[in-house]
C-alpha cells in the first residue's frame, strides 16, 4: 500500500502568477493610498466616466 501525499505535492501548479492585468505599480499605489479598501474596477470605472464627461466622449446621464 502506498502512503498519502501531502496535498502540496498533487496540486497543478498554476500557469502564472496572478497579474494585475489593468493597474500599473503607480496606479496601485494611488488606489492604496487614496482609495484603501475600495474596489479597484469600480475607482477606475468612476474616473474613466468623468474623465469622458469632461472630453465630451459621453453625454451625461439625465435624472
Do not use: D
Amino acid at each position: 500500500m502506498t502512503s498519502p501525499r501531502p496535498a502540496a505535492a498533487t496540486a497543478k501548479p498554476s500557469r502564472r502568477p496572478q497579474a494585475r492585468k489593468y493597474v500599473n505599480q503607480a496606479a496601485g499605489e494611488l488606489l492604496a493610498r487614496c482609495f484603501p479598501g475600495l474596489v479597484p474596477a469600480r475607482v477606475i470605472e468612476e474616473a474613466l466616466r468623468e474623465k469622458a464627461q469632461r472630453e465630451g466622449r459621453l453625454a451625461r446621464r439625465r435624472t
